[in-house]
Structures are given as C-alpha cells and as structure tokens.
C-alpha cells in the first residue's frame, strides 16, 4: 500500500513569502503529525491532527498553521517566512496509539534565503 | 530544554559486534518510548517501543532497556550489520497523547 506522501520534496522561498506544504496520509489513517527537523534541533513537533480537529500543538509561533480535510489529507502553512524556518518538515501518520510508530514520508526540504 | 537527551552524536561499530545507543529523559510525564532509524532523504522509520511500565522489550536483533529511576533508554542491537548504518533517534510519548518529543539523534556506522 502506498506509504505517506509529501509535496513537494524541494522548495526554495524567499524570506517574508509564505508556503503550504501537503501530506497524503496512509490510507484509512486519520492521525496525521507534523515536525520540523533542523540540524542541532532534532525533530520538533509542530502539531497533530485528528479527523480534522488539531489535537495538539507544539511550541511555534503561529506564523505556522496546519489544517486536516475530510479526507485525512493535510496541509501545513508558514507566513512570512524567515531565514530560521529553513529545514526538512516531516508529516508522520497513523491509525492506532503512537506506541504502535507513526510512518513517516521522506519529507519537504524548506529552503527559505 | 531539550527533555530528551542523546549526548553521542556518533558511534563506530565493528560488523558482528553490539552496537548500544543511549537517551536521557527529564520528563516523567512521558508513557510510551520509541527508537527511530533515519536514512538521508528518507523519513525516520519506526523500530520498536516499550512502554514505561516495562524495562525490556526485544524484537529480533533489537532490544530497548529503560531504566526509570536513571530516567534513561538504551536501544542494543545484536549483531551489528552494515545495513544499520543509518541515525538513530529515541523519541518520547507525551502522557495520553500522540505528540513525541525527539532527541537529536545518534549517528551509528557499522564498519566490515
């Protein structure tokens, strides 16, 4: 079946523009995550989403914004870029508790100069 | 504050021989601890979890210890191959939710 699905792979903004990124989760999942990995930093969690409610959320400021459709897709958004938002940003889902790991897609590579 | 910790950014591992990642915590509120294994360009891949009432939980060549009282995690795999070369994350489970805190990660080489 296929795997969790993020677009684009690459994308180069420019600071004070703004993106949305999209995920395709595994079919039939309805947890949908978000985070942000930056060399240093790790992964850090931006928020979660459940049958389109976010559930919950992680320390950004709300230049970050996120939404789930009918479907389980989801998108992210981030507003006025700036230089420090540059990083790979991982959607993750899943259809049972976390315990049992999300799946992860391979990631869309911010590059904001 | 990073709540969860991996102090060795790196690990060199001779083929065959045990290769043990580690992680501190400083957060009790957490249920559930999971491992990770990252290739370049792809997403992290789930390994294998233990709940915080267990201190052992083994899946094939993988096996986690936790030790609550130390507040630390270890992951051990027996025996090392050049296909484990890759990073290696721990990550936390929140308290009765979905949201994990992730360490920084450990980058393991198996070497022949």
Same mark, same amino acid.
């Given at each position: ?31 949908? &995550? ?44 981030? &507003? ?34 | ?23 501190? %915590? ?12 990252? %290739? ?46 890759? @990073? ?5 489970? @929140? ?18």
């Amino acid at each position: 079946k296929a795997g969790v699905t993020q677009t684009p792979r690459y994308l180069i903004k420019t600071r004070g523009q703004q993106v949305t990124l999209s995920c395709s989760p595994i079919s039939g999942h309805r947890s949908v &995550s978000w985070y942000q990995q930056t060399p240093g930093q790790g992964l850090q969690f931006l928020f979660e989403y459940f049958s389109e409610t976010q559930r919950n959320k992680g320390n950004f400021p709300g230049r970050f914004s996120g939404r789930q459709f009918s479907n389980s897709r989801s998108e992210m958004n981030v &507003s006025t870029l700036e230089l420090g938002d540059s990083a790979l940003y991982l959607c993750a889902s899943s259809s049972q508790t976390v315990n049992y790991g999300y799946t992860f897609g391979s990631g869309t590579r911010l590059t904001v100069v | 504050d990073q709540q969860v910790k991996q102090n060795s950014p790196s690990l060199s591992v001779q083929e065959g021989r045990i290769s043990i990642l580690n992680c501190d %915590y400083t957060n009790s509120m957490f249920d559930y601890f999971l491992w990770y294994k990252k %290739y370049p360009a792809e997403g992290p891949t789930f390994l294998i979890s233990i709940s915080s009432i267990k201190d052992k939980n083994e899946d094939g060549r993988f096996t986690v210890f936790l030790n609550k009282s130390a507040k630390h995690l270890s992951l051990h795999i027996v025996p090392s191959q050049p296909g484990d070369s890759a @990073v290696y994350f721990c990550a936390a489970a @929140v308290y009765n939710t979905d949201k994990l805190i992730f360490g920084t990660g450990t980058r393991l080489q198996v070497f022949p």
